[in-house]
């Protein structure tokens, strides 16, 4: 009996390149003979013509399996509800975007058949992102690696990685409702290797991961895995913070060329007040995070809610 593949794909809003996505991967799974495979997408609440184009895809291709959420749960739940109901022995997680070429496959499976339970796409190139957007996933990578203890999560790997079915019954294990996909993939540990790739610029659609959107996701991460006004406090510290500093050294340049106007010992004072008063700010709002995530994780509720879900695949 041959073994399945399973290729897990989060959609939002991504009616420009499903169909882009669809021809390209069916073109690589249909060559591995040797495989049978489901195409598994989770369509993470879309508001355009995302349901009908995989409606229409369904109908006409009994690879297909289809899992529609009841509203946009964000992109981690939207992986860990894929993980949920698809039913193959080797899963591959992968965006829609066609950043992440689905040519490199077979090289993934073959590392799999080599021992692996979990074989990382590696960025070699990231085409199509600025280099603000480059510099700034090089510093989260560092400063994760300094911050999770025995946890190191490889440099330039993103959501794209295959992955055996007993990772993926270790993962099913992990409910907490603050989730980083990418770090819990190196907690639960088992052999893992990399393969470098080029990475293609988005193939038509636009993306979703703004800056804010990666500066949140970053905040998971880094608490190890929204509780809004909570996280509002550390975004006033940090402004606070810039704001005395350039105050700082304003005060300091009216000390330098003797303004008049500026009087004995308040310039000392001000900075003081200033400075810790930021500090107190952006700790706070550190706290908070760490508090806010212990209250929803006391909540207990569902990752998720399914609106529908369809298959042909047994």
Not at 20 to 36: D, G, M, Q, V
Not at 40 to 48: K, M, Q
Not at 94 to 123: F, H, S, T
Not at 138 to 162: D, Q
Request: with cysteine; hydrophobic share 40%.
């Amino acid at each position: 009996m041959k073994s399945l593949i399973s290729i897990v794909a989060p959609a939002y809003n991504e009616e420009d390149v499903i169909e882009k996505f669809y021809l390209r991967i069916t073109k690589i799974l249909s060559a591995l003979s040797e495989y049978n495979y489901e195409i598994c997408i989770v369509n993470d609440g879309s508001e355009d013509n995302t349901v009908k184009i995989c409606h229409r895809l369904l109908d006409n291709d009994p690879h297909i399996s289809f899992l529609s959420l009841s509203r946009n749960f964000g992109h981690e739940i939207a992986v860990a509800a894929g993980l949920d109901y698809a039913k193959g022995d080797i899963i591959i997680l992968m965006d829609i975007d066609l950043q992440d070429p689905p040519e490199i496959i077979p090289q993934m499976i073959d590392k799999y058949e080599e021992g692996y339970d979990i074989v990382n796409a590696k960025r070699k190139s990231r085409e199509g992102e600025t280099w603000l957007k480059k510099f700034t996933a090089e510093m989260f990578y560092k400063v994760f690696s300094a911050s999770s203890g025995k946890v190191r999560m490889p440099k330039n790997v993103g959501n794209f990685r295959l992955i055996s079915r007993r990772v993926v019954n270790a993962f099913k294990e992990l409910r907490e409702t603050h989730r980083f996909a990418r770090g819990l993939f190196c907690w639960v540990g088992f052999p893992t290797i990399e393969i470098e790739f080029e990475r293609e610029a988005r193939a038509a659609g636009k993306t979703k991961y703004n800056y804010k959107t990666m500066i949140n996701y970053a905040i998971e991460g880094l608490t190890s895995f929204t509780t809004a006004p909570l996280r509002w406090a550390a975004y006033i510290g940090i402004i606070t913070a810039i704001f005395a500093i350039l105050y700082m050294i304003y005060v300091f340049w009216m000390a330098i060329t003797k303004d008049p106007n500026l009087q004995k010992g308040w310039s000392s004072m001000m900075i003081v007040l200033l400075f810790f008063g930021s500090l107190q700010m952006i700790f706070l709002g550190i706290i908070g995070e760490y508090l806010g995530r212990i209250f929803d994780e006391t909540k207990n509720r569902p990752l998720y809610y399914i609106e529908e879900y369809t298959t042909k695949i047994n």
